[in-house]
Each structure stands twice: as structure tokens, then as C-alpha cells.
């Protein structure tokens, strides 16, 4: 239990270093994806999130994909997105979030299901703390039941997760979190909240977009966005957010 | 009570058939799939965004079943559409050492690519790796099921057929 305590709080440092979304690496070189992926490079392996599984690629020779795990999820719950945070993998599900450490990268293994309410849910994570949009979405089967809300947990105790936050959303699609800033996809706007805090969140400023905001990246002080009319990028600093560019 | 149960019953099952015509798939052959991943110089104009990665000084941007916008960012107040990796099925992508790993429908597929000069390969490919597409109301009528389409064929995308295309 210490172990995952100095852990999480290593993770902590980490990611207050650099980069807290999307992959990390070791001396390989990868990118960064949103909160939306199904696709995580972290070192020599791939990881694949869809509708069953999660499954593991080894492709440290890149002529080659070797499947060295494949973890197969209840009927009846879906898994959406995959965030990796340093040696853990979270997992959103449209019952709950996973949570799987890479000990052994090649075989991810269980560590912890925070459930709620059956919704879409993407993830995000800095420090010790995750971020979860809770989606309803009324035309497919699996989501059509749940709530529209933002979820702050608190991971200090990795295999008994807490809720310490519940805010209500419009309908939040994809976030993105870098440093005192959090970004949600919300209904037709960019919410742009105060994470300074993050057991008392304050909204900064909704962006009105014209289409519905769904995938974004914050990183360096540039947000990324995609929403259904193209590609916008927001510069951010303490107390400013401002568009820079948008492609069609 | 009776005729509540009947208007419940139509309710559902017109509820049901609507939803069984609302999606159809696109499919593709096989032969075709596995030869389809292919690097478009000029860009094309972004329709249904999807996902966003980025890889060094590049955004790359998921055209929903189509492909990946690849997008030069060195100036974000600028980004110009490079290119576009045509990409049947594509929902998804990751990338590790210059291999672009992509869902090409059910096949998991490496492309190894030079974003500067717009060249690039598909080193690897792993068959039937993925699931299929779900359709997006997770309704996939009984003629399109892998038993009942035409043998050899892969579903690349769903088209909302109540949709203006």
C-alpha cells in the first residue's frame, strides 16, 4: 500500500514536470493523445481499448505486432477511452473507470473499478487527482441512461478512489488538464474551469463555438480542440485564453 | 391495461425498425482493405473530426472512417493541412518512432511515414486484430452481419441515412 502512495506521489512530481496527458515514454518517441483515444504508445506496446477488450501490442520491432494480452470486459460494458498516467492506465468505461497498473507492460493488470452511474465517460488525470465527464447521449444504447456531469476523484489511496467533487455539465464530451487549467467539451461550449483548487473548481469562461466541441489536447499552453466544423487552437496563461487559429 | 401494453409494444418496435434503418454500413473487400491505406499529398477539406494527436511539431486529426488530416503545427497560430493518409475505417491512432498505428477497420496497421516530405509505407499489418465498427446506435441489421454480407468483406464506416450527406 506505501509502494502505491510513493508511487502516486512520484506520479505526482512527474506530472508536474511535463506531460500529464497522453503517452509518455521511455526512449521511444511517441505523441500525445486527447482524453477521447483508444490508442496509447507507451514504451515498446501499443494499447488498444474498444468495445471488449483491452488489448496489448508489442512493437518494439516495428515490422511486426505481437499481441502479449487481451482482457476481455463484461457484456454489457463498454470501454471508450484510455488515458495512461505514468505506470497506470485509466480506463473509462460506461460503467466506471478502470483503473490497470503496467508493472509488467506487457500484461496490464486490475487494480480498481471506481463505478457510477451507466454514462460515457473519458478521463483525465494530474497528480492525485482524476477528472471524469459523465455523458448521457440519447441516441445509442449504452449511454442513454446516465447523468451529465464533471467527477473529481481523488487517488491517494489508488485501490479506494474518492469522490471529492461533482459538478453539473450540459452535455462534456472530451478534457484536457494542464496545470491550473481545465477544459471541457461541454454541449456546444469550451468550459474553461480554475483547477488551482481542485476540491473547489471555478469556471473561468464558456466559449461559445459554432458546432459541438468533442476532442481536446492541452499541452504547453496551447489547447488543441476538435469540434464538428474543423480544428481550433486556444493560447492560455494565468488569467487569459485566447483563439489563435481555426482550420476547416 | 391491454391497450397500453399494445401502444407500448408499437411504440418499441417502431422505436426498434427505426433505429434498424437509420445506419447502414459501408463495407469494403478485403483485397481492397488491405491495400487501401495510402498517403494523399494534397489536403482535403476536414468534413467529421475526430480524434487529435500530436506528434512533435504535427497534428494529426482523425477524419471519421476516411483517414487522418496530417497538419503541419510549427506555428499553432498557423497550422497548414499537409496532407491526408487515406484510411478506411479509421477511428483511432497513436504514434511511436515515426510507425503510425491505425485502425484500417478491423485491421491494426503500422504506417511508417516522413511527415516533410510527405512519403510513406505501411510496414505492418495485423489482420482482424480490432473488432468491427460498431454502428453508431449499436444496431447492426442482420443482413450486414459477418454470416450474412457477402464473404470477404469488412464494414469500413456507417452512413445515418435520415442525414444530408
Redesign the interface.
Known amino acids: 500500500m506505501k509502494k502505491c502512495i510513493l508511487a502516486l506521489a512520484l506520479t505526482g512530481l512527474l506530472f508536474s514536470c511535463d506531460s500529464f496527458s ?2 509518455s ?1 521511455g526512449n ?7 482524453s ?6 507507451i514504451g515498446d506496446h ?1 494499447y ?1 481499448v ?4 483491452l ?1 496489448t ?1 508489442d ?1 518494439s520491432d ?4 505481437v ?1 502479449t494480452s487481451r482482457i476481455v470486459s463484461n457484456w454489457n460494458n463498454s470501454i471508450e477511452t484510455i488515458f495512461p498516467a505514468d505506470s497506470l492506465l485509466f480506463l473509462g468505461s460506461t460503467s466506471g473507470m478502470y483503473i490497470y497498473n503496467l508493472k509488467d507492460p506487457a500484461t496490464p493488470k486490475f487494480v480498481y473499478l471506481y463505478t457510477h452511474v451507466v454514462s460515457c465517460d473519458p478521463v483525465v488525470v494530474q497528480g492525485k487527482y482524476a477528472y471524469v465527464t459523465l455523458r448521457t447521449e440519447h ?4 449511454c442513454n441512461r446516465g447523468v451529465d456531469q464533471l467527477e473529481v476523484i481523488d487517488l491517494s489511496k489508488i485501490n479506494a478512489p474518492k469522490n471529492v467533487g461533482t459538478y453539473p455539465m450540459v452535455n462534456p464530451r472530451g478534457l484536457g488538464i494542464d496545470g491550473n487549467h481545465l477544459f471541457i467539451c461541454d454541449g456546444m461550449d469550451l468550459l474553461v474551469m480554475d483547477a488551482t483548487d481542485p476540491l473547489a473548481l471555478t469556471e473561468i469562461k464558456r466559449i461559445e463555438l459554432d458546432g459541438t466541441p ?4 492541452a ?1 504547453n499552453g ?1 489547447l ?1 480542440l ?6 481550433k ?1 486556444y ?1 492560455y496563461s494565468n488569467d487569459t485564453i485566447q483563439e ?2 481555426t ?2 | 391495461m391491454k391497450k397500453l401494453l399494445l401502444l407500448f409494444s408499437i411504440l418499441l418496435f417502431s422505436g426498434f425498425s427505426y433505429n434498424g434503418v437509420e445506419y447502414i454500413p459501408m463495407l469494403m473487400d478485403r483485397t481492397e482493405l488491405e491495400t487501401s491505406v495510402q498517403l494523399v499529398s494534397s489536403a482535403l ?2 468534413r ?9 511539431n504535427w ?3 482523425v477524419e471519421q472512417y476516411k483517414g487522418i488530416h496530417l ?1 503541419d ?1 510549427a506555428d ?4 497548414v ?1 499537409r496532407g491526408f493518409l487515406r484510411v478506411p475505417g479509421c ?9 503510425l ?3 484500417n477497420a478491423v485491421d ?1 496497421v ?1 504506417f ?1 511515414f516522413d511527415l516533410n516530405t510527405m512519403q510513406g509505407q505501411e ?4 489482420r482482424k ?3 468491427e465498427i ?1 454502428s ?4 447492426v441489421p442482420w443482413e450486414f452481419s459477418r454470416a450474412n454480407r457477402p464473404a470477404n468483406t469488412e464494414i469500413v464506416g456507417w452512413i445515418n441515412q435520415n442525414a444530408d450527406v
Do not use: H
Open positions: 497522453g503517452d515514454s521511444s518517441s511517441t505523441g500525445t493523445g486527447g477521447m483515444a483508444r490508442f496509447a504508445c501499443l488498444v474498444d468495445e471488449s477488450f488489448q501490442f512493437i516495428s515490422t511486426k505486432i499481441r441516441d445509442t444504447w449504452s468533442y476532442d481536446v489536447i499541452k496551447i488543441t476538435s469540434y464538428s466544423s474543423g480544428l487552437q493560447a489563435i487559429s482550420i476547416y | 477539406p476536414i467529421n473530426p475526430g480524434r487529435i494527436y500530436i506528434y512533435q497534428l494529426l486529426l497538419i503545427n499553432p497560430a498557423n497550422p493541412r477511428q483511432s491512432m497513436a504514434v511511436r518512432n515515426g510507425v498505428y491505425v485502425d491494426l503500422g511508417q510496414l505492418v499489418r495485423s486484430a480490432l473488432p460498431n453508431p446506435d449499436g444496431y
